[in-house]
């Protein structure tokens, strides 16, 4: 089994910024990748970003230039910096792991909240 440990989501106001962070531990070994998806009530969790384990990147139009995802893969760590954060910004952020045999893992959700 792989978990996922996330961390670092909260409230903040338009043009704040945060630090994600997502620690997986368990059965891990060389990740295929790691991302980061949204969900907001009412809706389908959503793509965001996601990174490959030699640090290709890729992210949803609407928050390339504002949000950075990273990896440490010493420590299995991925990371996403988010700035000029906006109010549809606000959602429960999951942390996601592919497998090697590409099978997903899933933290447990963020909230980012951002507003007035």
């Known amino acids: 089994q792989v978990q996922l440990v996330e961390s670092g989501g909260g409230l903040v106001h338009p043009g704040g910024s945060l630090r994600l962070s997502c620690a997986a531990s368990g059965s891990v070994f060389s990740p295929y990748g790691m991302a980061w998806y949204r969900q907001v009530p009412g809706e389908h969790r959503d793509f965001v970003a996601h990174?490959?384990?030699?640090?290709?990147?890729n992210y949803v139009d609407s928050v390339k230039g504002r949000f950075t995802i990273s990896i440490d893969k010493p420590t299995n760590t991925a990371y996403m910096q988010m700035n000029n954060l906006k109010p549809e910004d606000s959602a429960v952020y999951y942390c996601?792991?592919?497998?090697?045999?590409?099978?997903?893992?899933w933290g447990e959700g963020a909230q980012v909240t951002v507003a007035s």
């Open positions: 996601n792991l592919k497998n090697q045999e590409k099978v997903d893992y």
């Open positions: 990174i490959t384990s030699s640090g290709n990147t």
